[in-house]
């Protein structure tokens, strides 16, 4: 645990608070969470399939948390395709994505845009999911495409490519 950190425990219910923000979960009632020496140890009261399985669920789940108040989370996008550019416009962001209008987008609480060039932005803010959605709501609006690679991608993102029509010019004698 980070020494900024401070977390809230009670029955099926964790607290984080960090430099950041704070966040607050509610758990399975099966694991149990305890803090101890600057640690939280997560038990199960068995080794069945299910209580496994929750065991690193909840662990993950407030391992972010802790990770997301003490240093936040990043997506880096960016847009690939001719006259595609992203404008920021108070805490709106306004996408130009080949469509006849350009899209205002809204970010929820918690999640802010910041835009580097017209074509890279980049979505953070304290929790994984919020930040995971928001950047997977934008790729939505145009996801990129096989054929020419066009659309909204993550920054590293390898577009799998497809040939075009094969048959074109050459037909067959018959």
């Known amino acids: 645990m980070p020494g900024a950190v401070k977390v809230t425990l009670q029955p099926g219910h964790v607290m984080v608070e960090g430099p ?3 966040l607050e979960r509610t758990l399975p009632a099966d694991i149990t969470v305890k803090q101890s020496n600057g640690q939280l140890v997560f038990e199960r009261p068995s080794d069945g399939y299910k209580h496994r ?3 690193g669920l909840v662990r993950s789940l407030v391992a972010n948390m802790v990770t ?11 847009l690939v395709g001719v006259g595609y550019r992203v404008a920021k416009q108070g805490d709106d962001v306004v996408l130009s994505l080949g469509y ?6 809204k970010p929820p609480p918690g999640v802010s845009i910041e835009v580097q ?3 890279k932005f980049s979505v953070n803010g304290i929790s994984i999911e ?19 690679g066009k659309g909204v ?6 577009i799998r490519r497809k040939a075009g029509k094969a048959g074109k010019g050459a037909k067959a004698a018959g």
């Open 20 to 22: 950041k923000g704070k």
């Open 53 to 55: 399985a929750l065991h």
């Open 68 to 78: 997301g108040v003490n240093t936040g989370f990043t997506k880096h996008m960016e």
């Open 100 to 105: 006849s209008h350009p899209i205002k987008y």
């Open 117 to 119: 060039d017209p074509t």
């Open 130 to 148: 919020d930040v995971g959605q928001v950047a997977a709501n934008i790729r939505g609006m145009r996801p990129p495409e096989p054929y020419k």
């Open 153 to 158: 991608m993550y920054r590293g993102e390898k």
